[in-house]
């Protein structure tokens, strides 16, 4: 994906390409034509990640790759652009409406592994931004992207949520690679990562404990 002189789209390819974000003076609205042109940059960016867990039975749910594309992409606009803004916020961060699946977590992954970052910057500048709020919102649903961010995630029936193998291995993963203690710690959770790491578990991260013992 080329420079297409879309602020949309140029903002979508320079955070995932450079992990760096344009700042825009204005919020124009996102066409159909960039809407499907930011999907079929995600859908061949998720064939990409799909090397790395190896499952043909998952594919990208293109919508939801673009309704996470548009939250990250307004969320980091509204860092700076908040005049005028209190009204739209909720059709500028709309709630997700579709099918919460491993597909489209994954796919939501693309973009929304991205947000907290966002989340940190608006914090520092009012803790009590409403749109703070309506993205943690956003990742408690998603959490598999906020992974290391500090969330109320209790209501989750750990067994459930890490049924399917892949998903389990991916956010296994990704709570290694964060040291997200807090989620490290939930039993059902530690006891799988304490049988992954086997006999190799100082290797991996010596200062767990094994609080199922």
Known sequence: MMETKSPFLDTLFLL?????????????????KEEEDAADYFESEFEKERLEFLSDEISCNR?????AAKILYHSAQLYLIRENTAKDLHKLIPNFKGKRDISSILSADLSLRFLPQIISALQ???PEDTLVKMLENILQQFHYSAVGLDLDLGEINWEEE???????????????GTKAYPLAEIPYVNKLLIAEFGLHKDAFWKELKNINN
């Open 162 to 176: 890490l049924k399917d193998k892949t998903y389990r291995k991916l956010y296994l993963e990704r709570i290694v």
């Open 124 to 126: 520092n500048v009012d």
């Open 63 to 67: 919508e939801t790759a673009v309704w």
């Open 16 to 32: 995932r390409k450079d992990e760096c974000i344009t700042i825009f003076t204005d919020l124009p609205e996102i066409s159909k």
